[in-house]
């Protein structure tokens, strides 16, 4: 169907979304709660995948995963609906994780320590507290990884097959193929709005967070001065 690319991308881009958001959760939890020694080394070691390229990236995943040798955790996943939302997690790792990293890092520890005192335990703690109070992060975090991950075309051209083709490799056909057909009106205008109809659903997941985006509320102006009791305003 002419859906499958974006349903494709989609479920793709969820599942790796949801495992890039776990893992920031236990990053998260690592760095902040537990303090570990090599904390510095872990907030470089989840940055690492925006230091290499997307295309590197991509042709070394799968020269990694091109053979079967599970005793050297190698496994054959090139051609198989696995390799693309293990790449998008990867590369939006670090998205999520210094988002949530960030947003641990502003909590306050005082509302576990009331939650542990009134008999909450760990699991109960990091669900009926943190959790909620962590969910601005968890959604900023999550909003930009899916969205990373839907748009990907840098890694997804050089590891899609044909059944696991994403909206963006789409989209770039569709353009390119609108181009060659401009000398045929009728059928240039036909893939001319299919072609602008993918490009807005891609594009929705950026649209709508800013559409829905609250206001913040405008500052007083100081540039008056302070308003004197008494005084008229």
């Keep these: 169907t002419r859906l499958r690319p974006l349903l494709t991308s989609g479920w793709m881009a969820a599942v790796a979304t949801l495992a890039a958001v776990a893992i920031g959760l236990v990053f998260g939890v690592a760095v902040v709660r537990w303090r570990v020694r090599s904390a510095t080394l872990l907030q470089w070691l989840v940055a690492l995948p925006w230091a290499v390229p997307g295309t590197v ?4 995943l ?36 210094r988002a949530i990293l960030a947003g641990y890092q502003a909590l306050d520890p005082s509302y576990e320590q009331a939650a542990a005192s ?24 999550g909003t930009l990884a899916f969205v990373a991950a839907l748009g990907d075309f840098m890694t997804s051209v050089l590891l899609y097959t044909y059944d696991t083709r994403p909206i963006s490799l789409e989209i770039s056909v569709s353009s390119r193929a609108n181009s060659w057909v401009m000398r045929r009106p009728a059928r240039s205008r036909r893939r001319y709005r299919r072609s602008r109809a993918r490009t807005w659903l891609a594009l929705r997941p950026w649209v709508l967070p800013k559409i ?17 009791v008494g005084s008229q305003p």
Excluded: D
Aim: aromatic content about 8%.
């Design 57 to 60: 990236f991509a042709i070394a």
């Design 62 to 97: 799968a020269t990694a995963f091109s053979v079967n040798r599970p005793w050297a955790l190698r496994f054959l996943l090139v051609g198989t609906p696995i390799i693309l939302p293990l790449a998008y997690l990867i590369r939006n790792v670090p998205i999520a994780g």
């Design 118 to 141: 009134l008999g909450a335990g760990a699991w109960r703690r990091l669900r009926r507290v943190v959790l909620p109070l962590l969910r601005p992060a968890i959604v900023a975090g």
């Design 212 to 228: 829905w985006m609250p206001r913040s509320p405008r500052e007083p102006n100081v540039a008056q001065g302070p308003l004197l």
